[in-house]
């Protein structure tokens, strides 16, 4: 079935990055967009940017510019998220989401990613 | 880029109908037909409720629909059911390969 498999919780400390992956099965990876959207603990859920596996074009929250990369692997049909310079506001669960069409809704969502930033 | 404006929380006894907002702007809910909904049990991933204002992916209840009037779109769940209890989201594209999320509505089966 199409699924969508995140990698382990971890924990980090303030200042490391966390490179978090998910892996889609099930669909045609070049075919449809993966979403970044985090959740901090009692939080709502923020859009954090967009990846097109078909040709890599990227957009992303102008606050996280700098330090988040969206990138994804066609030949594993995974996507990867990079976090650098975590601070502890980072601490959140990260979902990756497929895109339903190039503009479409988040219709196959990961389990979720723990990223706990601590010293 | 503002976070959608949703109730906090919205209440209703079993059986009855209740509606959930979602204010945007002229630059995303006004603006494109492009309104989704989600339903997020604590713990757990969202689930697509309802997308393009008003469509529902196969296997969702034909009690959730969806509607949009200028820069606000709405959620109702008719029939509330006990399981309905969770925490609803709305969403829209907001032009350029970028999504806003609202802040989020907890909804109470009394």
């Known amino acids: 079935q199409v699924q969508l498999v995140q990698s382990e919780a971890g924990v980090k400390e303030p200042g490391a990055s966390v490179k978090v992956s998910c892996k889609a099965s099930?669909?045609?990876?070049?075919?449809?967009?993966i979403s970044w959207v985090r959740q901090a603990p009692g939080q709502g859920l923020e859009w954090m940017g967009w990846?097109?596996?078909?040709?890599?074009?990227?957009n992303h929250v102008q606050k996280f510019q700098g330090r988040v990369t969206m990138t994804t692997d066609t030949s594993t049909s995974t996507a990867y998220m990079e976090v650098r310079g975590l601070r502890s506001d980072d601490t959140a669960v990260y979902y990756c989401?497929?895109?339903?069409?190039?503009?479409?809704?988040?219709?196959?969502w990961g389990q979720g990613t723990k990223v706990t930033v601590s010293s | 880029q503002s976070a959608l404006t949703q109730p906090a929380s919205v209440s209703g006894s079993p059986g009855q109908s209740i509606t959930i907002s979602c204010t945007g702007t002229?630059?995303?809910?006004?603006?494109?037909?492009?309104v989704s909904w989600y339903q997020q049990h604590p713990g757990k991933a969202p689930q697509l409720l309802i997308y393009?204002?008003?469509k529902r992916p196969s296997g969702v209840s034909n009690r959730f629909s969806g509607s949009k009037s200028g820069n606000t779109a709405s959620l109702t769940i008719s029939g509330l059911q006990a399981e309905d209890g969770s925490n609803y989201y709305c969403?829209?594209?907001?032009?350029?390969?970028?999504?806003?999320f609202g802040g989020g509505t907890k909804v109470t089966v009394l």
């Open positions: 393009g204002v008003n």
């Open positions: 989401a497929r895109n339903a069409g190039a503009v479409g809704a988040f219709d196959i």
């Open positions: 002229s630059s995303d809910v006004g603006r494109f037909n492009l």
């Open positions: 969403c829209s594209f907001a032009g350029s390969t970028t999504w806003v």
């Open positions: 099930g669909y045609t990876f070049t075919t449809y967009g």
């Open positions: 990846i097109s596996p078909y040709n890599g074009d990227t």
